[in-house]
C-alpha cells in the first residue's frame, strides 16, 4: 500500500505547471513555508539546525547559504559547521556523535559530497535518525525503500520532485513512465523508491546510459540530477515529456543545472527557481516533523 506525502496537501496546487514552459515550485513552498510558520510560532523555543561541511566542494557551500537565508526568515538558529576538508573519518565520526547526542540540536545535514577519502556510508550511520532532516541515515532510507514513509524523515529533494511531477502529471502516478538520470545518494537512489511507492514506473539511468533518446522516448517524465552541465539536450527529449533538473553545477556566471535550457519539452523546471525553494521550504518542514518525533508528539 502506497503512502501519500504528508502536510501541506497531499495534492500539489494547480499553478505550479505551465505546459510547454517553467515548471517553478514557488506555489507550493509558500504554501509549506506558511505551514512551517504556524509550528514554529506554537513553539516557546528556536530549534538548532546545524549543517556540517567536510569538503571543499562549492556546491555545498551553495545550499548551505541558501538554508541559512531561510533559517533566519523563519527564526530558526542555524550553524553551518566547516570542518574543511583535511580531516579523518575519526574526527568527522566525533563531531557527528556529538552533535547527534546534544539535547539543543534538534536536526542535523552533512553536506555531500565529502573531502575525497571520507566514508559517507560510514558517516550517514553516525547521524541521530530523527535528528536526519535530509533523511539520508540507513535508517530512513530502509523506511523509503520498505514503503513505510509515514515513520521516515523524507529526503527533500525528491520530495520536491515528486510533488513537481504530480503538479504537471496528475497527482496520481500509478502506471506512469519516469526515467531517472543520475543514481545518487542524495536524489537518484531515493527518488527510485519514492516514485515506486506511488505506483510508477522507474527507468533509472546514468550518465553512460547508451542511446538514451532511444531509452527516454517512451516516457512521461525525466528527471536528472547528476551534476554535469548540458548532459540532457534538445536531441534526447520528446515534445510530451516533462522535464525535472535537479542538478546544481556552480559557474562563473551562476548556478545551472543538467539540463540545456528552454528545451522542447511540455514543461521544464529551470535553475535556479525549480526544485531548489521547494527543497529548502520542505528541508524545514522536516525539521518540524524532527522535533515532534524527538519530543514524542504525534506526526502526521
Known amino acids: 500500500m502506497t503512502t501519500p506525502d504528508p ?6 496546487p494547480t499553478d505550479t505547471a505551465l505546459p510547454g514552459g517553467p515548471l517553478t515550485g514557488k506555489a507550493l513552498a509558500d504554501q509549506v513555508t506558511r505551514g512551517v510558520k504556524a509550528d514554529l510560532r506554537a513553539w516557546n523555543f528556536r530549534p538548532h539546525l546545524v549543517s556540517v561541511l567536510a569538503s571543499g566542494d562549492p556546491a555545498s557551500r551553495v545550499y548551505v547559504d541558501s538554508k541559512a537565508r531561510r533559517a533566519e526568515r523563519l527564526g530558526v538558529q542555524f550553524t553551518a559547521h566547516d570542518l574543511g576538508d583535511t580531516l579523518t573519518d575519526a574526527a568527522l565520526h566525533a563531531a557527528l ?12 545535514m ?10 559517507a556510508d560510514a558517516a550517514l550511520l553516525r547521524l541521530a535518525p530523527r535528528k536526519d532532516v ?3 541515515s540507513p535508517a530512513n532510507l530502509a523506511l523509503i525503500a520498505a514503503g513505510r514513509e509515514t515513520e521516515a524523515l523524507l529526503p527533500p529533494t525528491p520530495r520536491s520532485i515528486r510533488f513537481l511531477l504530480r503538479a504537471a502529471l496528475g497527482d496520481d502516478l500509478r502506471g506512469l513512465n519516469i526515467a531517472v538520470i543520475g543514481p545518487g545518494r542524495t ?3 531515493p527518488l ?30 525525466v528527471v536528472i540530477a547528476v551534476g554535469r552541465a548540458g548532459l540532457l539536450r534538445p536531441d534526447h527529449v520528446q515534445p510530451h515529456h516533462v522535464v525535472i533538473d535537479a542538478g546544481i553545477n556552480v559557474h562563473p556566471g551562476g548556478v545551472i543545472g543538467d ?3 528552454d528545451l522542447p519539452v511540455r ?11 521547494l527543497t529548502s521550504a520542505l528541508m524545514y518542514q522536516n525539521l518540524v516533523r524532527a522535533v515532534k518525533l524527538q519530543r514524542g508528539e504525534p506526526v502526521e
Open 7 to 12: 502536510t501541506p496537501s497531499d495534492t500539489a
Open 97 to 108: 556523535d556529538d552533535l547527534s547526542a546534544d539535547p539543543g540540536v534538534h536536526g542535523i
Open 110 to 119: 552533512l553536506e555531500l559530497p565529502l573531502a575525497s577519502g571520507l566514508d
Open 134 to 136: 535530509e533523511g539520508l
Open 187 to 189: 536524489v537518484g537512489r
Open 192 to 221: 527510485t523508491f519514492m516514485l515506486n511507492n506511488r505506483g510508477a514506473t522507474v527507468t533509472l539511468c546514468n550518465e553512460h546510459t547508451r542511446d538514451l533518446p532511444r531509452v527516454l522516448a517512451p516516457m512521461d517524465a
Open 259 to 261: 539540463a540545456t535550457p
Open 267 to 277: 514543461a521544464q523546471t529551470p535553475v535556479p527557481g525549480g526544485v531548489g525553494p
